[in-house]
Nanobody, 126 residues
C-alpha cells in the first residue's frame, strides 16, 4: 500500500484546512485508516481513526469537536477536516493504513499500522 498525504499548509488560528490521503496498491475498502501527528519535540500522537466502512470514528481528546475524519471508498481517499485550528495543532500529520483490518476494527496505536504516508506539515500561527 502506498499512501500520499496532501493539504497541509500555513493557516491562522481559528482557520481550517482539509488534509487528504490517497491510497494505492491494495483494496482500499479493506484498510483500517488513521491520522497521527508529531509536533516539534513531541512524540507521535493519535489524532483520528475510521473503520473500514466509515461508520465508526474516534478522535484524540485535543481535537474532539474540531476535526472530522472521513473516507471515500470509491475515490480511495481519506480526509481530515480540521476546523478551529490552534497553534498547538502545529505538527507533521501522517496518514496510516492497516491491511486486512476487520470490518469493525478500530486501531488506536501507531504500532498497529503497517503503512504510512510521507507526512504533511500543518502550521498554525497565533
Amino acid at each position: 500500500v502506498q499512501l500520499q498525504a496532501s493539504g497541509g499548509g500555513l493557516v491562522q488560528a481559528g482557520g481550517s484546512l482539509r488534509l487528504s490521503c490517497t491510497a494505492s496498491g491494495r483494496a482500499f475498502r479493506n484498510l483500517g485508516l488513521g491520522w497521527f501527528r508529531q509536533g516539534p519535540g513531541k512524540e507521535r500522537e493519535f489524532v483520528a481513526i475510521i473503520n473500514r466502512g466509515g461508520g465508526f470514528t474516534d478522535y484524540g481528546d485535543p481535537v474532539k469537536g474540531r476535526f472530522t475524519i472521513s473516507r471515500d471508498n470509491v475515490k480511495n481517499t481519506m480526509y481530515l477536516q480540521m476546523d478551529s485550528l490552534k497553534p498547538e495543532d502545529t505538527a507533521v500529520y501522517y496518514c496510516a493504513a492497516k491491511s486486512s483490518a476487520i470490518f469493525s476494527g478500530i486501531y488506536y496505536n501507531a504500532a498497529d499500522y503497517e503503512h504510512w504516508g510521507q507526512g504533511t506539515q500543518v502550521t498554525v500561527s497565533s
